[in-house]
Each structure stands twice: as C-alpha cells, then as structure tokens.
C-alpha cells in the first residue's frame, strides 16, 4: 500500500517519455539510412568519375583523329575497356591478323592511380563525422556498414561497366572483370576507411603491434627506394636508346592524334617500366616473350616484337656488362636500409633478436608488396611467342624477400648488440691485440689439444705410477795432486872464451 504512489507515477513517466524515445530512435534510423545512402552514391560517382574522364581522353582522341577505325560507339567502348584494365580486368582483341582473338593483360598502373584516388577519398569521405573529421571512438560496425554500402555502389556501375563493354572489336573478359576487380575496390576501399578513421595504429589491435608498424614503415621506405631505383634504371635506358625509340612514334601513326595517343600510353606505361627496372636490379628480370629474358646476366631470346618507345629501349642480346651486374647494389642499399631503419625505429628496450625479427617482417612486407607489382605490372600481348610480357611474380618478391633476409635481418641485429652492449674500453682493446700475438698461437693450439683430448669420447686408461727412486748420496770426486816444480837449469862446466857472453834472458820471453 505504501508503494502504490510511486507506482502511478512511474507508469506516468514512462508513458509520457515513450513517444519521445520512439521518435528519437526514428530519426537515428532515418539518420542510419540517409548515410548508407550517402555512402553507395559515393561509391557510385567515384566510379562515374573515373570512368567519365578515360571516356572523354578516348573522346578527345577519336575526334583529333582524321582516319577513325571506328564510330562513336566503338570510341566509348575502349573508353569503358581502358577503365576496366586499368583495374586488373583483361581485354581480348578480335581484329588480328590470324583471326584468333589475342589476351591484352599488361595494365597500365598509371591508369590505376585516378580510380583508386578516387574511390579511396570517396572511402576516407564516407566513414568521416559532419564536420569532415574522424571519429574520436570509431564504431567498426557503423563502419563497416557504411564501407559496404560504399563499395556496392562502386562495384554497382562496374558491373554496367562490364556488361557494356563486353562486345566488340576490344572487349573486356567478364571473368577476369569479376575475379579481379572485385578485389581492386575492396583493397582501396579497405584503405580509404582506414584513412577516414584517423589512421588508428594497429598497436592496439594485434600482438606486437608496435612492432608491425616498424616493419611496415620499413618496408614501405624500402619499396620506394627500391622502385625508385628500378625508375632510374628504365629512364638511363630510354635516355640511351632515345634515337630508336623517338623513331617508333613515326612508325605507329603517321598523325599528329595518333602520335599523341602513342605518347600517353608510353606515358601510362612509366610506372611499370620502374616495376620492371626494379625486377632487373633485384636479379630475376622480367620476360618480353616466351622464352626470353632479361637481366643483369643477360638478355637472350628476343621474339618479333612490335615497335614502341619503351620496346626500343630493351638492351642487345649478348651476356651481361659491368653496368648490368652494378644494379645489384641497388637491392644491397635496400637491404642496409632495412638494417638501419629497423634498428633506429624499434623501442630501445628491444633485444637484438626482437629488432633482427623486426627487420625480417618488413622484408616479408617488402616482398610480397613486389610479388602484388610484378603481378599487375605484366601480362600477355597476344598468343603464342607474345604470352608472356613483363617480370615473374613469384621470383621478384622471392629475390625481394631474399635480398632483405640476407642483409637486413643481420646488419638490425649486429646494429642493436652494438648500441645495447657496453663500450670495450682501449684498454682492453690493448689486450686482445696482444693476446692475438702470433707468438702465443703454439701455446694456444697446446692447450687446445689438450682440452679436445680431455673432453673427448673415448680417453685413453691413465698410465701406471712409477714410485720415485731413491735419493742418492752426493759424488765425492777426490782433491787432484799438486802440480810438480818446474827443474832448474844446469850450468855449462866448459864455456869456450872465444864464445860470445850470452845475452841475459828477456823476463816477457817464454
């Protein structure tokens, strides 16, 4: 009975705060939905941006051309074609000579660069607050949520993209499109969230994350070093080869349009010109055909290939120069550079074999971040003798791994026993040197055999005491005899008087 007030009015006050909560939680789910939304538009105009702008450059093209292969139908197809291979999908050519359509693979990274900008911002965009920050407290569903909606979007006007550009004279191969597109968006995608997110370290997210990001900061510097010294190497080469290559222009196209499309391609191709340069100073190389190589030792088994710029810059079959074998110190600097960064970059109270375990993720990073650009960097050209172009996946991350393992994980290793041990003192310096004295290596080599003999398997029975002899009583040698006098002279009885007196005796003669 006491309680019954506090009842009524407790089923008062909830009564009257319930149309609020339910209009509360309306307006989150309008909320909730007006973001995803947002989201799968964005998506959406990322894809129609990037798109739009290769479909105006093929435009722009087509109408500076004077001798058109085709309408405006088919310029708007390449259009759609270039954007899809600039994702991973491939194209087939039907118009060849042998009437067998011809893989095109080779992905222009260049290409790739205004799609993935694109959809990475869209990504960084949608997953950041109203006032264009990141969130403070993320929450991964929200998150996740609004990346998948996003990415729907995205992956929405690929599909029409697809399904458009599947005919023709240059068409797309629809399975390649859904193998490896598909995993080109969730990729950038993936990134961009990260991004929007405020770049949250993995430290508090996996064990040893603190460690992770060195390595991944390791590998990241090492792989631009490395890529930047593959881009040195392929501009030395079209630098030297200029003539040969400047020819091909006249070569492909007589026009000043067809000359200019030359050019953007060769220019679309850099990136994977440094890809391929960086094969080559690792040590595998890349392919220009079945059967080819080429690489520090050589270059042999060129195909007919067609003209272009940065064909024309291939080095002459033959074994391989001084120069050639010098581009191995470009993987040899990436290593000690791994060694240095690891070493300056790890927490100070990590060990040497924490800091050489450091170095070795950032050269698993670093090759499989080259295994993913050997991979998109080449492709077919054609069939037969043109199937193969560009460096091998598996053995440019392996020689990647393989570089760093070998010089990074060591030299981060000697660096910290050399910053964590205590200095040696000259001293002692002193010391060793003298120690090291060749005149002490008999006594060494004694009593290391001596050790070896009594540390081994089998020794051999100790020999039987022999008891000690007697003393002896001392020698008694007897005292000798004195010497006898020497005799005195005798005297002449009869000197004669004629004689000469004889001269007195010198005291010094003998």
Same mark, same amino acid.
Do not use: K
């Given at each position: 009975?006491?309680?019954?007030?506090?009842?009524?009015?407790?089923?008062?006050?909830?009564?009257?705060?319930?149309?609020?909560?339910?209009?509360?939680?309306?307006?989150?789910?309008?909320?909730?939905?007006?973001?995803?939304?947002?989201?799968?538009?964005?998506?959406?105009?990322?894809?129609?941006?990037?798109?739009?702008?290769?479909?105006?450059?093929?435009?722009?093209?087509?109408?500076?051309?004077?001798?058109?292969?085709?309408?405006?139908?088919?310029?708007?197809?390449?259009?759609?074609?270039?954007?899809?291979?600039?994702?991973?999908?491939?194209?087939?050519?039907?118009?060849?000579?042998?009437?067998?359509?011809?893989?095109?693979?080779?992905?222009?990274?260049?290409?790739?660069?205004?799609?993935?900008?694109?959809?990475?911002?869209?990504?960084?965009?949608?997953?950041?607050?109203?006032?264009?920050?990141?969130?403070?407290?993320?929450?991964?569903?929200?998150?996740?949520?609004?990346?998948?909606?996003?990415?729907?979007?995205?992956?929405?006007?690929?599909?029409?993209?697809?399904?458009?550009?599947?005919?023709?004279?240059?068409?797309?191969?629809?399975?390649?499109?859904?193998?490896?597109?598909?995993?080109?968006?969730?990729?950038?995608?993936?990134?961009?969230?990260?991004?929007?997110?405020?770049?949250?370290?993995?430290?508090?997210?996996?064990?040893?994350?603190?460690?992770?990001?060195?390595?991944?900061?390791?590998?990241?510097?090492?792989?631009?070093?490395?890529?930047?010294?593959?881009?040195?190497?392929?501009?030395?080469?079209?630098?030297?080869?200029?003539?040969?290559?400047?020819?091909?222009?006249?070569?492909?196209?007589?026009?000043?349009?067809?000359?200019?499309?030359?050019?953007?391609?060769?220019?679309?191709?850099?990136?994977? *010109?440094?890809?391929? $340069?960086? =094969?080559? #100073?690792? @040590?595998?190389? &890349? /392919? +220009?055909?079945?059967?080819?190589?080429? !690489? %520090?030792?050589?270059?042999?088994?060129?195909?007919?290939?067609?003209?272009?710029?940065?064909?024309?810059?291939?080095?002459?079959?033959?074994?391989?120069?001084?120069?050639?074998?010098?581009?191995?110190?470009?993987?040899?600097?990436?290593?000690?550079?791994?060694?240095?960064?690891?070493?300056?970059?790890?927490?100070?109270?990590?060990?040497?074999?924490?800091?050489? *375990?450091?170095?070795? $993720?950032? =050269?698993? #990073?670093? @090759?499989?971040? &080259? /295994? +993913?650009?050997?991979?998109?960097?080449? !492709? %077919?050209?054609?069939?037969?003798?043109?199937?193969?172009?560009?460096?091998?996946?598996?053995?440019?991350?392996?020689?990647?791994?393989?570089?760093?393992?070998?010089?990074?994980?060591?030299?981060?290793?000697?660096?910290?026993?050399?910053?964590?041990?205590?200095?040696?003192?000259?001293?002692?310096?002193?010391?060793?040197?003298?120690?090291?004295?060749?005149?002490?290596?008999?006594?060494?080599?004694? =009593?290391?055999?001596?050790?070896?003999?009594?540390?081994?398997?089998?020794?051999?029975?100790?020999? %039987?005491?022999?008891?000690?002899?007697?003393?002896?009583?001392?020698?008694?040698?007897?005292?000798?005899?004195?010497?006898?006098?020497?005799?005195?002279?005798?005297?002449?009885?009869?000197?004669?008087?004629?004689?000469?007196?004889?001269?007195?005796?010198?005291?010094?003669?003998?």
């Amino acid at each position: 009975m006491l309680l019954a007030p506090w009842v009524a009015v407790t089923h008062t006050t909830d009564r009257a705060d319930r149309p609020t909560t339910l209009i509360g939680e309306a307006a989150a789910r309008r909320a909730a939905a007006a973001r995803r939304a947002t989201a799968f538009a964005g998506g959406a105009v990322a894809a129609g941006l990037g798109l739009g702008f290769l479909a105006a450059v093929v435009l722009v093209l087509w109408i500076a051309s004077p001798f058109p292969d085709s309408g405006l139908g088919g310029a708007l197809h390449i259009g759609a074609a270039l954007w899809l291979l600039a994702q991973g999908a491939d194209l087939v050519r039907t118009g060849t000579l042998s009437g067998a359509p011809a893989p095109i693979g080779v992905t222009p990274l260049l290409l790739t660069v205004l799609p993935g900008w694109l959809l990475f911002r869209a990504a960084a965009s949608a997953v950041r607050t109203e006032d264009g920050e990141a969130p403070a407290d993320p929450d991964v569903r929200a998150v996740a949520a609004r990346a998948g909606w996003l990415l729907g979007g995205y992956l929405a006007v690929a599909s029409g993209a697809v399904a458009y550009a599947a005919t023709g004279s240059v068409h797309v191969d629809p399975l390649a499109a859904l193998l490896y597109l598909p995993l080109f968006a969730a990729a950038v995608t993936a990134a961009g969230t990260w991004a929007g997110c405020g770049w949250p370290s993995p430290a508090r997210l996996i064990p040893y994350g603190a460690d992770a990001v060195v390595a991944l900061r390791a590998a990241g510097m090492t792989v631009g070093v490395v890529a930047g010294g593959g881009a040195l190497l392929g501009g030395a080469a079209l630098a030297w080869h200029a003539g040969p290559a400047g020819r091909t222009f006249a070569q492909l196209s007589g026009p000043m349009a067809g000359r200019l499309a030359v050019l953007l391609l060769a220019v679309a191709l850099v990136p994977n *010109l440094a890809v391929w $340069g960086s =094969a080559y #100073a690792l @040590g595998p190389g &890349f /392919a +220009v055909g079945v059967g080819s190589a080429v !690489g %520090p030792a050589g270059a042999s088994g060129y195909p007919l290939l067609p003209g272009f710029p940065l064909v024309a810059a291939l080095p002459g079959e033959g074994d391989g120069t001084v120069l050639g074998w010098c581009t191995l110190a470009v993987p040899a600097g990436a290593g000690l550079l791994v060694a240095w960064v690891t070493d300056r970059w790890t927490p100070n109270e990590a060990g040497p074999r924490r800091t050489a *375990l450091v170095a070795a $993720g950032a =050269a698993l #990073a670093c @090759g499989l971040a &080259f /295994a +993913v650009l050997a991979a998109a960097s080449g !492709g %077919p050209l054609g069939t037969a003798a043109l199937a193969s172009f560009g460096p091998s996946w598996w053995a440019t991350g392996g020689a990647a791994l393989g570089w760093l393992l070998l010089l990074g994980a060591p030299g981060a290793f000697a660096l910290r026993w050399g910053r964590t041990r205590p200095p040696i003192p000259w001293h002692t310096w002193r010391t060793y040197a003298a120690a090291a004295h060749p005149r002490h290596w008999g006594a060494y080599a004694t =009593a290391l055999r001596t050790r070896l003999r009594a540390s081994g398997p089998e020794n051999p029975p100790p020999l %039987p005491e022999v008891p000690p002899a007697p003393p002896q009583p001392p020698a008694v040698i007897p005292p000798m005899p004195p010497a006898p006098p020497a005799p005195a002279p005798i005297p002449d009885p009869d000197p004669r008087p004629d004689d000469p007196e004889p001269a007195p005796a010198d005291e010094d003669t003998p």
